[in-house]
């Protein structure tokens, strides 16, 4: 079996869930996005969101995190199965970013990725690559981010 074969291209990959807090939306702009919005809850009223909201590199970051912890639990399943899971290399990057709508305090946000391509790559000998359409979706199902991602395998 290819490690290209843990990849069916179509296939939906949930991450779980994360809430944002008001509390760590302000800890992680005023670290890396201090906008009034993301650190202000009364500034955050005024403008033109309406409230605090996390900064859509926070949703990334948080994204980042989930898709870590959902590939270290594919890694026990898959040897818990018999198998051997696939060895990640690097990315060579996202395209496409979109943050689609704002992400509020308390609100309750699903990550994944959507399986688009895998394939052996010709100009790196065993290697492949997988490419994935990823998202973050609030409660009623809307996207508030997605961008396109791709990460190297050996194969």
Known sequence: MSPLDYYEIGARQDFGTHTFTAEEIIAFGKAFDP???????AAAKESLFGGLCASGWHTGAVWMRKICDFREKETARIKAEGGTPPILGPSPGIRNMRWLKPVFASETI????????????????G????????FAENAQGERVMEFDSAVLIQI
């Open 110 to 125: 699903r990550f994944g990725c959507d399986v688009v391509n895998a394939r052996e790559l010709r100009s790196k000998p």
């Open 35 to 41: 906008q009034p919005f993301h650190v202000d809850a």
């Open 127 to 134: 290697w492949g690559i997988v490419e994935t359409r990823n």
